[in-house]
């Protein structure tokens, strides 16, 4: 079946000599995207406690990941399309991606059945029963109207032998290739309807810990011709180098022009090392979830906001950080606030967090653009992990 013309494009504006590292712009219906980039998590349509006045005026951002198994439970898929698509219904004037859910039906463990055709699962909600296939995943993410849309995968746990692993990877092909071409079956059906469709599905590299099956999974996917894709299951309990170690295999086999996606990663140590591998996207529910609990990211390391070592510190949170929080509030306040359990903490750190997500992005692809990554890098690890660090100690 011929693709329909995209509207999703990938340029690469600069690229690292040494490394795997590239600039890039992603192109979207709703804005160019500077590359590498961090997407905040609006799990249910918002990312907790900020506005999307704050994300996309204040902190800049471009793009969005939403979940379509929180979507989907509730308020359901043909509620949103009704109101007008995900953009409308969020009132978010940038680019969104939505995953396929594959990640939420994993997490369930007892609560789901996988089989070749799908995922029988029942809801934390209520328990009622539902099925996810390749088809009516692709067919929700639709109805949300989302500039990029993920296939249907099965994320493994870790561990699991490489049988099983294989089993899996091979049933994750399966899915993409049914994904794609309903996908493309779709958007063929309603031609006059184009502009309400995602203009892209990325298919997911699986194969658990294994190089393998990560490079065989790979090589098969690029016979999709994909706009992007996705490397997945990872961040499931395997050791952090681990993590790296299989974007290394499968890197390389995906193709260079098109654009190159991490799922769910990782610490801010982490972030340029995985954009030294070419990864050009990833997104993380760290910087905020860690925020809401009181850990803080800094440029100095991390701030466990609860020590009372900063009971009386009327410094800012990071003093080379320009945020809203960190230019009008001071450490001593914001350990009140979340000592007292006060909403404020939450809405406060979490901007600071992402921000700082943000700033170490543009940080990195600036260094790119200048052609000054590997200094930066080495800068980067000369510091050892920002999340064994804690400023002020």
Not at 74 to 96: D, E, K, V
Not at 177 to 205: D, G, K, M, W
Not at 248 to 265: F, Q
Request: proline share 6%; glycine share 8%.
């Amino acid at each position: 079946m011929t693709p329909p013309t995209p509207q999703i494009s990938f340029e690469i504006v600069a690229e690292c000599s040494t490394t795997r590292a590239r600039a890039g712009l992603l192109h979207t219906p709703h804005g160019a995207i500077e590359t590498p980039v961090f997407m905040p998590v609006g799990t249910q349509a918002t990312v907790k406690g900020l506005s999307q006045r704050d994300l996309a005026a204040d902190l800049g951002v471009k793009i969005l990941l939403a979940n379509t198994y929180h979507l989907y439970l509730r308020p359901g898929h043909q509620s949103i399309r009704q109101m007008g698509g995900l953009h409308r219904f969020m009132s978010w004037p940038n680019a969104i991606l939505t995953d396929s859910g594959g990640f939420q039906v994993f997490s369930l463990s007892g609560l789901r059945k996988i089989t070749d055709q799908g995922v029988v699962f029942q809801s934390h909600l209520n328990g009622d029963l539902h099925t996810f296939t390749p088809e009516s995943t692709v067919d929700a993410q639709l109805a949300f109207g989302s500039d990029i849309l993920m296939a249907l995968d099965e994320c493994t746990e870790y561990p699991v032998s490489h049988e099983y692993a294989r089993e899996s990877m091979t049933r994750t092909l399966r899915w993409a290739r049914q994904a794609n071409h309903h996908f493309l079956s779709r958007i063929a059906e309603s031609p006059t309807c184009h502009a309400l469709f995602p203009q892209a599905l990325f298919p997911i590299v699986q194969g658990s810990m294994f190089p393998d099956l990560r490079r065989e999974c790979a090589t098969a996917l690029v016979d999709l011709d994909a706009a992007g894709y996705a490397i997945g299951g990872l961040s499931v309990g395997e050791p952090r180098p681990m993590s790296l170690e299989m974007v290394e295999a499968t890197e390389n086999i995906l193709p260079r022009a098109k654009p190159r996606y991490a799922m769910g990663v990782g610490m801010p140590a982490e972030l340029p090392e995985y954009v030294a591998r070419g990864i050009d996207m990833m997104d993380c529910v760290l910087p905020s979830r860690n925020a809401r609990n009181g850990c803080l990211f800094t440029s100095q390391g991390r701030v466990i906001i609860k020590h009372a070592r900063y009971k009386e510190d009327e410094g800012p949170l990071d003093p080379h950080c320009v945020c809203y929080t960190c230019r009008t509030y001071s450490r001593a306040y914001l350990r009140h606030l979340f000592l007292c359990g006060e909403i404020l903490y939450a809405s406060l750190a979490t901007r600071h967090n992402i921000c700082r997500y943000l700033d170490i992005m543009r940080e990195i692809r600036q260094a790119i653009i200048s052609n000054s990554l590997p200094e930066y890098l080495r800068c980067a690890r000369s510091l050892g992990s920002v999340g064994d660090v804690v400023a002020g100690s």
